[in-house]
T-cell receptor, first 112, second 114 residues
């Protein structure tokens, strides 16, 4: 799987948009970009994934650049409960049941 | 079930003892994964199953670690002759099928080897 690069930490004010960047310059054509987050000691939680097009769900939006070498996860109105470690993961969809390869992620701190 | 469950939630064992960690995936989920997570690190892949078949065990650190899923549902991760370095959070996840399906994680089992 391609590797990803994320900033170690970011801060965001409550109610503002949180924009979390991820670089994946060696991504292959059949690899998806996934985002998970982990709040304190809980298990990782799926947020969103995409291949080429931008995606939006009830939790977040995912913006993927045209060359697919980077992406941004957007939490439109961050709350204190969004404080977590956010992982950007590149994963092939071709092979059945491939494992997630977690890096160090970005620690997002949302403050009031 | 409503989500992935794991038991026990906490396990303290003495060095040299064997431990068995259990995972109950979401009902009907085909794929089941085991990960290990050290403090301050992201989860690290250990092994996964599709139905009862163990598809990849490349992440198991050594032959003291084994896993099974005999009926394609519940899975057990066994660590024999535990060592202090085995202390970690062990997490299980399941997904609905192959390919681009999200994985749902359980609460984990915190293993402490004394």
């Amino acid at each position: 799987d391609a590797k990803t690069t994320q900033p170690t930490s970011m801060d965001c004010a409550e109610g503002r948009a949180a924009n979390l960047p991820c670089n994946h310059s060696t991504i292959s054509g059949n690899e998806y970009v996934y985002w998970y987050r982990q709040i304190h000691s809980q298990g990782p939680q799926y947020i969103i994934h995409g291949l080429k097009n931008n995606e939006t769900n009830e939790m977040a939006s995912l913006i993927i650049t045209e060359d697919r070498k980077s992406s941004t996860l957007i939490l439109p109105h961050a709350t204190l409960r969004d404080t977590a470690v956010y992982y950007c993961i590149v994963r092939s969809a071709n092979q059945a049941g491939t494992a997630l390869i977690f890096g160090k992620g970005t620690t997002l701190s949302v403050s009031s | 079930g409503a989500g992935v469950s794991q038991s026990p939630r906490y396990k303290v064992t003495k060095r040299g003892q064997d431990v068995a960690l259990r995972c109950d995936p979401i009902s009907g989920h085909v794929s089941l994964y085991w990960y290990r997570q050290a403090l301050g690190q992201g989860p690290e892949f250990l092994t996964y199953f599709n139905y009862e078949a163990q598809q990849d065990k490349s992440g198991l650190p050594n032959d003291r670690f084994s896993a099974e899923r005999p009926e394609g549902s519940i899975s057990t991760l066994t660590i024999q002759r535990t060592e202090q370095r085995d202390s970690a959070m062990y997490r299980c996840a399941s997904s609905n099928g192959a390919g681009a399906y999200e994985q749902y994680f359980g609460p984990g089992t915190r293993l402490t080897v004394t």
